[in-house]
Structures are given as C-alpha cells and as structure tokens.
C-alpha cells in the first residue's frame, strides 16, 4: 500500500508560479511511476504529467514547456513546478502512483492516489 499527500496548492494570478509537492510512504518510491493529474468540477480527471522510477517524463500538451515534473527519491517525494499559469490550469490537482515499468497517463493504469490539492489562477 502506498500513501500520497499532496501539498502546495493555492491561489496565484495569471503568469504566476506555484510548485506542488506529493510526499509517499509505505513503499519504496524509488521503484514508483508517479504521475499528476487534474479535475474541474463536473469534468473528467485528465492526465498532466508522470516521471518513471529512472526519471523520463512525459506531459500533455497543454502543459509542455510550462510544467516540470521532478522527482527526489531521497525525500520520497514528487513535485510539478508549474509556470506562466493561465486561468484554464485551475483544477483540483491529484498526484498518483504505479508499480510498473514505462509511461503511463491513462487513469486506470495508477493504483494509488492522494486527496488533491486546489490550484486556482486568476485572470
């Protein structure tokens, strides 16, 4: 079993920064593919970004070049440092874990999922 606490959300204006962190504990994390994703109310969770348990990331588009996944293995921790926000990046954001090999960004493919932290930018 793995627990995920995410943190770091908050309110920020348009073009502003903010970094979310997951800490996990209950398993190795070295050997986790950690991903974030988002939800707005009423929609679906979409995938953002996943870095596998080696480092390679991958991200939608909507965010590339703006978002960075990274991970710290000794912190057991995982952090999406998000930049140039825009008003369509609020969501609840969701950090999620998996056990396999590769890079995953469909839903079903993550076993472990934190309680999601509020990200909202204003115009």
């Known amino acids: 079993q793995v627990q995920l606490v995410e943190s770091g959300g908050g309110l920020v204006q348009a073009g502003g920064s903010l970094r979310l962190a997951c800490a996990a504990s209950?398993?190795?994390?070295?050997?986790?593919?950690m991903g974030w994703f988002r939800q707005l109310l009423g929609k679906e969770r979409e995938f953002v970004a996943t870095i596998t348990w080696s480092g390679t990331t991958y991200y939608v588009g909507s965010v590339k070049g703006r978002f960075t996944i990274s991970r710290d293995n000794a912190k057991n921790t995982v952090y999406l440092q998000m930049s140039s926000l825009k008003p369509e990046d609020t969501a609840v954001y969701y950090c999620?874990?998996?056990?396999?090999?590769?890079?995953?960004?469909?839903?079903?493919?993550?076993?472990?999922w934190g309680q999601g932290t509020q990200v909202t930018v204003s115009s």
């Open positions: 209950g398993r190795t994390f070295s050997s986790l593919g």
């Open positions: 999620a874990a998996h056990s396999r090999s590769g890079i995953f960004a469909s839903r079903g493919s993550y076993d472990y």
